[in-house]
């Protein structure tokens, strides 16, 4: 009897192993573009080194809104160019716009569905990093839910001939529309901090600038009045003499 325990626990170990897998596709029935769908929005500050470039990619569908803010809070090394250059390539890899300046805005329509290549360049400094403070996103103007099958369209057909789905239509419109107008509220209010961190950074700046430059002025200031004193002083030395020497000047 004790020589069944081991065949048996074989037998379980390698049917669990042949049917607990990793699970390589959590949506079998769902595709990238339905996984994907939805309105979204990013921010979040990135810190480019000297000459370097990094890029995100975000997914777009077609005739859908994609935007893009962004603004140099602080840069460091010799030159302190704050001009960023921004690239957006579409996903068959043609360029849809460029920017290079220390902020600003891309806005255009998807002509594509897929993700979007958004590649930030600090090739102005060679010698100094920069951070960024990034915002994107896409929206959807008319939504609509890719989810909804023939079946659902059907239905909807049969409800609109029997005038059962007036207030729900309704209703549904005005979610939609509630929830567009907070979007872009978040939108412009995370553009908005973005400004406002910028104008820290620069205000940090200048107070370190100016610190730096009245320690180092004063120092100069007590350091060229001690070696005038001295000097003065210098002028002024008085040695004794005997009566067969006489002073000179």
């Not at 902020?103 to 960024?132: L, S």
Request: glycine letters at 8%; one cysteine or more; proline letters at 3%.
């Amino acid at each position: 009897m004790l020589y069944r325990i081991p065949c048996l626990f074989l037998v379980f170990m390698f049917w669990g192993s042949g049917h607990g897998g990793p699970l390589t596709d959590p949506h079998p029935s769902i595709t990238d573009q339905q996984l994907f769908w939805g309105a979204d929005q990013y921010d979040f500050s990135v810190v480019l080194r000297a000459a370097g470039q990094d890029c995100f990619w975000h997914f777009a569908h077609y005739g859908e809104t994609f935007y893009l803010n962004f603004m140099v809070q602080w840069v460091t090394g010799v030159g302190h160019d704050r001009h960023l250059s921004v690239t957006v390539n579409a996903p068959s890899g043609l360029l849809v716009s460029q920017v290079d300046d220390a902020k600003g805005q891309i806005n255009f329509k998807a002509k594509e569905t897929g993700f979007y290549q958004m590649c930030f360049n600090n090739f102005h400094n060679r010698f100094g990093t920069m951070q960024v403070f990034l915002s994107f996103g896409v929206y959807y103007d008319n939504y609509k839910d890719p989810s909804i099958g023939k079946e659902e369209e059907k239905k909807k057909k049969e409800e609109i001939s029997k005038d059962l789905n007036n207030t729900l239509s309704f209703i549904e419109g005005a979610t939609h529309k509630v929830e567009n107008s907070i979007f872009h509220m978040f939108r412009y209010y995370s553009f908005g901090r973005m400004r406002k961190s910028a104008d820290y950074f620069l205000l940090l700046s200048n107070s370190q600038y100016i610190t730096w430059w009245s320690t180092a002025l004063s120092l100069l200031i007590v350091t060229s009045g001690y070696l005038q004193l001295r000097f003065l002083k210098s002028l002024f030395v008085s040695k004794t003499t005997t009566e067969d020497e006489k002073p000179r000047c």
